[in-house]
């Protein structure tokens, strides 16, 4: 199917699309200019969608899980067939270039492939001539499933495929910043999918409220900042919805005199500045010991005056904008900050003219531990490197934060590694790399970046609830002499 970028965009309600109620313009962050409309959907409109999926719940549960785990299969050949309109699309609306399009696109394709291949585990508490007794897992209901902007494709397949594996059906919700690829994508799967199994709504600032205000909604899975997870939560315990909430990080890399500089410099720099920095597990506090800390900053500077940085839609381009106003505007307040408490900047601080929400790659020298650059969670192209001489005291440091979604620790010593990375409180910690993720591995944050867990066999099962089963078994009478 051809992609086109001037097409009607519509909802996507029982299976049928559905013109919004009214609509509002997508911005390609590049260049400040619309790129298409969205549909802003009604209270009512979300109404519809909730019924939808409410009413295809018990078909849709009562399906064997190996027709279920083929239509995870069929939604990753859908997206994967697609993959050169949608990449086009993804970077018009969220600025990031092709290749990293692609990468979020096909993503999203391999997430729903691979949790196909999670079954979900009935396990047998008690087996005796008396009673038998088996705890299960059993679908929830309707999800109402909310994704961000920095990753829209792959990180709404977070939650759609196990959500759907489990029996559930779905409301899904991408950021009203970056709507049209999933539109796209639920246009693509009427008809591959039962109606009204999934559902696909946008709208503004209005509709992720009514939706984890909904009472046909039974569970919420969130992807977003700490302070909007927070709303999320009180909003979902009026009715004790069940949530999963993937937060905001301030990870923490550790790296220890003993590494090869000019072999981790490069895998550095991206671990900060990958999406922009618009990444929740990015690199956000650099923390270098002091007999490295000059020859890693002389690497890092070197390697970033290769990055280009520019239109996502432009070859060569390896860096884009930061996807929306709101988040250009946060960052410059940061960096602002910074230059008026007298900060030494290694490399950027200065805002370019013209067009686009650009940030230029910015790298500070050892800011004090309690400024708001280190504190706070940038999601941008700003990164802090800090000094440190004592393991025990840099530890102490990373783990002060409210935050705990990830971290890594750089090192030739593997096992000094291990040892360091257990010390670290947070949800993930890479030794030697970073940003990996696998739906086979669980993924989820401690502290203020979240509650619950996605991938792997754990996050399949925060879409169920469970269920013991015990079975009184007749009386066997004893056999004639």
């Known amino acids: 199917m051809s992609i ?79 993959v050169e309109g949608l990449k086009r699309l993804l970077t018009a609306e969220q600025g990031k270039p092709y290749a990293d ?28 001539a008396e009673r ?11 999800v109402g499933a909310i994704a961000p902007w920095n990753f829209p494709i792959i990180l709404a397949m977070f939650k759609v495929a196990p959500a759907l594996l489990a029996g559930n059906t779905v409301v899904l919700k991408p950021s009203p910043f970056t709507p049209l690829t999933t539109l796209k994508i639920g246009e693509l799967l009427r008809g591959v999918l039962p109606d ?21 909604i039974d569970k919420i899975s969130f992807t977003g900042s700490s302070q909007t997870g927070r709303k999320v939560m009180a909003s979902a315990a009026a009715s004790l919805k069940r949530v999963t909430l993937e937060l905001g990080g301030n990870d923490a890399a550790i790296v220890l005199p003993d590494v090869d500089v000019a072999a981790v410099a490069e895998q550095l720099f991206w671990a900060a500045f990958r999406n922009t920095g618009q990444i929740c597990i990015a690199t956000k506090r650099l923390y270098v010991h002091k007999d490295i800390y000059e020859p890693l900053n002389a690497a890092l500077l070197d390697y970033a005056k290769g990055v280009k940085m520019g239109d996502g839609a432009e070859q060569g381009v390896q860096m884009g904008p930061i996807n929306n106003k709101l ?9 602002a900050d910074a230059k008026a408490k007298g900060y030494k900047f290694l490399v950027g601080g200065d805002t370019p003219p013209g067009p686009g929400y650009f940030v230029p790659i910015t790298i500070l020298d050892n800011p004090p531990e309690d400024s708001r650059i280190v504190q706070e969670e940038q999601f941008g192209p700003v990164l802090p490197l800090l000094k440190f001489d004592d393991l025990d005291d840099v530890i102490a440091r990373t783990n002060a934060s409210p935050y705990g979604l990830g971290g890594s620790v750089w090192s030739a010593d593997e096992e000094k590694a291990l040892d360091i990375a257990s010390r670290i409180a947070s949800g993930t910690v890479w030794v030697n790399e970073t940003q990996y993720l696998s739906p086979l591995g669980a993924f989820g944050g401690m502290k203020q970046s979240g509650l619950g867990s996605e991938g792997a066999l754990e996050g399949l099962l925060e879409y169920t609830n469970v269920q013991t089963v015990y079975l009184k078994k007749k009386a066997v009478a004893p056999a004639a002499e």
């Open 4 to 82: 086109s970028f001037d097409s009607d965009f519509t909802l996507t309600i029982g299976g049928k699309g559905v013109a919004g109620a009214s609509s509002f313009p997508v911005l390609n962050p590049a260049n400040e200019q619309v790129v298409a409309s969205a549909p802003d959907c009604s209270r009512e409109q979300l109404d519809e969608a909730v019924a939808a999926a409410r009413a295809a719940f018990p078909i849709w549960s009562a399906t064997p899980i190996a027709k279920r785990k083929e239509a995870l299969l069929a939604i990753a050949g859908v997206i994967g067939a697609n």
């Open 101 to 128: 399009a692609m990468g979020d696109v096909l993503g999203g394709a391999y997430w729903a492939q691979a949790t196909s291949t999670l079954d979900i585990p009935v396990k047998v508490t008690e087996d005796t």
């Open 132 to 142: 038998r007794g088996e705890t299960r897992h059993v679908p929830i209901g309707v």
């Open 196 to 216: 009204g199994v999934l559902n696909i709504v946008s709208g503004g600032d209005e509709l992720g409220p009514w939706m984890t205000s909904h009472p046909g």
């Open 327 to 335: 988040q250009y505007e946060r960052v410059l307040d940061l960096i």
